[in-house]
Nanobody
Framework: QVQLVEAGGRLVQAGGSLRLSCAAS????????MGWFRQAPGKEREFVAA????????YYADSVKGRFTISRDNAKNTVYLQMNSLKPEDTAVYYC???????????????WGQGTQVTVST
């Protein structure tokens, strides 16, 4: 099994930056594709970004493209989401996710973290 714990969410003003982290435990973590999702109040959970270590491919939702960057540090078993030029509509609970297969991570990942709250003020 893989366990994921997010951290770094806080209140930030529009236009500011924030970096989220996702600490993972599990022997096969380095081979997993990783992703970030978010869920705003009253809305469905939506895909934000994904990363494949083996191919170094990344994919971003149009709403965050050019502003957010996903990365990982295998030595620390940690995945990051760097968020720049934040907008009020970015306000949501952000969830880390993982899956052994790149093709599944953005659709129905096998493992989820508990989430961290990001609030962007006007």
């Amino acid at each position: 099994q893989v366990q994921l714990v997010e951290a770094g969410g806080r209140l930030v003003q529009a236009g500011g930056s924030l970096r989220l982290s996702c600490a993972a435990s599990g022997r096969t973590f380095s081979t997993y594709a990783m992703g970030w999702f978010r869920q705003a109040p009253g809305k469905e959970r939506e895909f934000v970004a994904a990363f494949s270590w083996s191919t170094r491919n990344t994919y971003y939702a149009d709403s965050v493209k050019g502003r957010f960057t996903i990365s990982r540090d295998n030595a620390k078993n940690t995945v990051y989401l760097q968020m720049n030029s934040l907008k009020p509509e970015d306000t949501a609970v952000y969830y880390c996710a993982a899956d052994p297969n790149w093709q599944r991570v953005s659709i129905n990942p096998a493992y989820w973290g508990q989430g961290t709250q990001v609030t962007v003020s006007t």
